[in-house]
């Protein structure tokens, strides 16, 4: 049983780094088309006014990987508890059923994060 609960979790593991690539992947596409939208007003906004756009990309870019950051984080938390959760070996719970610990709590956060 240890071992399986193991097993799961280093696929969780394995899920999650995927995750974490397709959310930085997203960012990095994210970045592109900012800085493309912002290159296509390059010769429609007055000079003066050039600061403020480069202000508003910047601006919008670090929200962006902020995002990132955070939902990268999130996944670690999750597969943290998971990992916590496979490594215990915690008892049937009184009605005999199994505790899923951590693993009930990550699926939970994937969803709320993926869907």
Same mark, same amino acid.
């Given at each position: 049983m240890?071992?399986?609960?193991?097993?799961?979790?280093?696929?969780?593991?394995q899920?999650?780094?995927?995750?974490?690539?397709?959310?930085?992947?997203?960012?990095?596409?994210?970045?592109?088309?900012?800085?493309?939208?912002?290159?296509?007003?390059?010769?429609?906004?007055?000079?003066? !006014?050039?600061?403020? +756009?480069?202000? $508003?990309? &910047? @601006?919008? =870019?670090e929200?962006?990987?902020? *995002?990132? #950051?955070?939902?990268?984080?999130?996944?670690?938390k !999750?597969?943290?508890? +998971?990992?916590? $959760?496979? &490594? @215990?070996? =915690?008892?049937?719970?009184?009605? *005999?059923? #199994?505790s899923?610990?951590?693993?009930?709590?990550?699926?939970?956060?994937?969803?709320?994060?993926?869907?």
């Open positions: 240890a071992t399986e609960v193991n097993t799961n979790a280093t696929k969780i593991e899920i999650a780094d995927t995750g974490k690539t397709h959310v930085t992947t997203a960012g990095k596409d994210a970045d592109t088309k900012i800085d493309e939208t912002a290159k296509g007003f390059d010769d429609k906004v007055p000079e003066g !006014a050039k600061s403020t +756009v480069t202000k $508003g990309v &910047d @601006s919008a =870019k929200g962006v990987d902020g *995002g990132v #950051k955070a939902t990268n984080e999130e996944v670690d !999750a597969v943290k508890n +998971v990992s916590g $959760g496979a &490594d @215990s070996k =915690k008892p049937a719970t009184a009605t *005999g059923e #199994k899923e610990g951590g693993f009930a709590k990550f699926k939970a956060k994937l969803k709320k994060m993926f869907n």
